[in-house]
Nanobody
């Protein structure tokens, strides 16, 4: 009965901002590892950011470092990805992912995660 539902995507101009949300049901996100990935047409799915709440460790891809921020609201059981200073190369379908074990680290590697959402489209264009 686990579901991860992404929302908040859309069309924005370069330099703009979006906040993506990932609402979880059937699974409590606190103490679990959360990741955000993205996939552009014709490209492999790549890791964007991840977070381990138990350790406070976060990781970001070099391409988004300083522009994106991952966070959680445990009361709402929701994970967020704040995206600022967006660039056309950020255009992709963005997915949230969960590893449902308590870990003190996180990695931007697909096999690490065992639950995935369906994705939300982000388009950055003038």
């Amino acid at each position: 009965q686990l579901q991860l539902v992404e929302s908040g995507g859309g069309l924005v101009q370069p330099g703009g901002s979006l906040r993506l949300s990932c609402a979880a049901s059937g699974l409590t996100l606190d103490y679990y590892v959360i990741g955000w990935f993205r996939q552009a047409p014709g490209k492999e799915r790549e890791g964007v950011s991840c977070s381990s709440s138990s350790s406070g460790i976060t990781n970001y891809a070099d391409s988004v470092k300083g522009r994106f921020t991952i966070s959680r609201d445990n009361e709402k059981n929701t994970v967020y990805l704040q995206m600022n200073s967006l660039k056309p190369e950020d255009t992709a379908v963005y997915y949230c992912a969960v590893r449902s074990t308590r870990m003190n680290m996180c990695v931007l590697h697909r096999p690490f995660y065992n639950y995935w959402g369906q994705g939300t489209q982000v388009t950055v264009s003038s």
